[in-house]
Every structure is written in structure tokens, then in C-alpha cells.
């Protein structure tokens, strides 16, 4: 009966990472909403859960017209995905092999996941240091998650190694260049989608592979086993 418990709690966890999927649907749905067209590449992420109206300063020292009538929705999504990530990160835990690199990388998931909930219950017009310092650990931490997942995996599933592995240094990279005013023709707002993203698209897969491992009695860490496979 323990084991099921076990297996139930890794099905859970992966659709939860699965349902994190939602904060991209509200993204688009909240920036359609805005009254002057909101940019994608110009406009950072956070403008769209700012609660008020009217120019803000964007990185790199200017500053836009900010005005998202949905902003409730867009916080209410970043708190729900921090705990999605969250969730899943405690939920999965068996299903990863019982190494320190896999506690470590589940760990600053988590540490990620919190501080998306941050960025959701603090916007960035009510406090801009309390908001941003949760945001710039959030990214660094999910991303070097997946970098450290990776490895985790390295000797279990290669292909999930590979692809956590390109995800974080990704994500990594994209946080780094936007920190540094490198935009690559993006804007600032598309490069901190390429910093955010991955992980959701991560989060996807890897739920997607968990779901499909169908972990029950007797399987509790299957990807550690998989290798033999």
C-alpha cells in the first residue's frame, strides 16, 4: 500500500508540472486585454501584473506605458505556477534517483518555484526590490535546476539528460545576456521569455514522461532502474 502511495503521489506531481503549462495561456490572454498593445519583445513580463496605470521603467533605463486590467489574473498564475513547481518537486521526489544531485536539483526547483509565488504576491510597482530579487534567484535557480537534473539523470535517461541539461544552460545563458543588456535583437522582453520558458517547457516534458512511466507498486524510483532498460 506504501509503494501505490508512492506511485500516486509521482502521477500527482507530474500533472502538476503538466498543469504549470497555464501560465503561458494567461499570459497571452492578459496581454490581449491591455488597452494599448502590449509588446512582447519590448514589455517585461512583469509589466503585465502590474497593478496600475501609466509609465514604468523598463531595464536598461527607459520606460514604457504600463496598463493590465487582468493584472489579478497574472499574479494569481505566477502563485499558482511557484506552487505547481513546488508540488511537483516534492511529489516526484521518488521517482528520481536517490542521489545527492537529483535532492539538489529538486531543491532549487523548488527554490525557483518560490520565487515565481514571490513575483505573483508582490508586483513590481508595489515593491520593485521585493519583487525583483525573487525573480532574478527564481531564474537562476530553475535553470541551474535542470543543468543539475541533468546530470542526475546522466546515467539513467539519457535522453531526459540531454534535454534538462540544454534547457538550464539555456535558460542560464538568456539570464545572464538580459541581466547584461545583450539582447540579440529580442528586446528585453523576448530575452527574458528565453530565460523563463524552458522551464515550462521542461516542466512539460518531463510531467509528460513521468505520466507516461506510469510509476505503480514496486517502481518508486523508476528512473533510476531505467537504465538497465
Not at 508582490?122 to 521585493?130: G, R
Not at 523563463?196 to 533510476?224: C, E, M
Request: aromatic letters at 6%; charged letters at 10%.
Amino acid at each position: 500500500m506504501g509503494e501505490l502511495t508512492a506511485g500516486r503521489r509521482v502521477v500527482i506531481g507530474a500533472a502538476c508540472w503538466i498543469a504549470a503549462l497555464h501560465n503561458v495561456i494567461v499570459e497571452f490572454l492578459v496581454a490581449a486585454a491591455w488597452p494599448t498593445p502590449y509588446s512582447f519583445a519590448r514589455n517585461m513580463i512583469s509589466d503585465l501584473g502590474n497593478t496600475a496605470c501609466g509609465p514604468f521603467p523598463q531595464i536598461g533605463g527607459s520606460a514604457l506605458h504600463v496598463c493590465s486590467p487582468l493584472h489579478g489574473l497574472m499574479n494569481g498564475s505566477f502563485v499558482v505556477y511557484g506552487l505547481l513547481v513546488v508540488a511537483g518537486a516534492v511529489l516526484t521526489r521518488r521517482a528520481w534517483p536517490a542521489t545527492r544531485p537529483a535532492t539538489a536539483g529538486l531543491s532549487l526547483l523548488a527554490l525557483g518555484g518560490a520565487g515565481v509565488i514571490a513575483v505573483g504576491l508582490v508586483p513590481e510597482n508595489v515593491n520593485l526590490v521585493l519583487h525583483s530579487i525573487p525573480a532574478l534567484v527564481g531564474f537562476v535557480a530553475q535553470n541551474a535546476a535542470m543543468v543539475v537534473l541533468g546530470v542526475a539523470t546522466a546515467r539513467s535517461v539519457r535522453w531526459l539528460s540531454r534535454f534538462s541539461a540544454a534547457c538550464g544552460v539555456a535558460g542560464l545563458a538568456a539570464t545572464v545576456l538580459l541581466l547584461t543588456g545583450v539582447h540579440l535583437g529580442l528586446g528585453p522582453g523576448g530575452m527574458e521569455r528565453v530565460a523563463a520558458n524552458p522551464l515550462t517547457l521542461w516542466l512539460l516534458v518531463a510531467g509528460l514522461w513521468l505520466l507516461r512511466r506510469r510509476y505503480a507498486v514496486g517502481k518508486p524510483t523508476a528512473l533510476a532502474a531505467s537504465a538497465s532498460k
